[in-house]
């Protein structure tokens, strides 16, 4: 069992829905990454946070700390959202440990 | 101000021979991790510096070496090179060990 879960795999909506991710985590963590990568490879970071809730434009991030979860949620998701989400975990080892990746298409 | 540069960009080396990657920090950043990305797959944790120390260490054979010079630049080093070790390699730097992450454009290897 990966120490970091993402759900779901793949994911693809219709321009303009909710979109949500989620991360589960099992090690003990410092903070949590939420990351972009599109194709080619180039990776974003989206958010960093510890607890409570985090907004940049249409993103939000929240984290509940006692149940190990942390949620990505896209308003109004549009076509150049597509990308790979990915939630990271900062174990007490200074390591981040990555989840697999939430693949997104958002259709016009 | 620039942000994260990794040089080179693509690099194309035989089985065997060893690779040298190079990445240059956001200015005021003192940590820099390493991560292989295997293409179709999540990053893997290969190295974390900050101040020049090894912080963290991945699940990689002695092959895979690095160091970070004063400047808080680093360097990467792939000895005896497998096919497998084919892949993106990402550098990011942060201010401190655990702090936001920003990530450089990667080096693509490929070994032939």
């Known amino acids: 069992k990966n120490e970091v879960e993402q759900s779901p795999q793949n994911l693809t909506a219709q321009e303009g829905e909710f979109i949500t991710i989620n991360c589960s985590y099992s090690v003990g963590i410092s903070a949590l990454h939420w990351l972009q990568q599109h194709p080619g490879g180039g990776i974003v970071s989206l958010f960093m946070?510890?607890?409570?809730?985090k907004k940049h434009g249409r993103l939000i991030a929240t984290i509940n700390i006692q149940e190990k979860h942390s949620s990505l949620h896209i308003t109004a998701s549009h076509p150049r959202d597509s990308a790979v989400y990915i939630c990271?975990?900062?174990?007490?080892?200074?390591?981040?440990?990555w989840g697999a990746g939430t693949k997104l298409i958002i259709k016009p | 101000d620039a942000g994260v540069t990794q040089s080179p960009t693509h690099l194309i080396k035989t089985r065997g021979q060893q690779v040298t990657l190079r990445c240059s920090p956001i200015s005021g950043h003192k940590s820099v991790s390493w991560y292989q990305q295997v293409l179709g797959q999540g990053p893997q944790f290969i190295f974390q510096y900050y101040e020049k120390e090894e912080r963290g260490r991945g699940n990689f054979p002695d092959r895979f070496s690095a160091r970070q010079f004063p400047n808080y630049s680093s360097e990467l080093n792939v000895n005896a090179l497998l096919l497998g070790d084919s892949a993106l390699y990402l550098c990011?730097?942060?201010?401190?060990?655990?702090?936001?992450?920003?990530f450089g454009p990667g080096t693509r290897l490929t070994v032939l």
């Open positions: 990271a975990a900062w174990d007490s080892n200074y390591q981040l440990i």
């Open positions: 990011a730097s942060s201010l401190a060990g655990d702090n936001e992450q920003f």
């Open positions: 946070l510890s607890s409570g809730k």
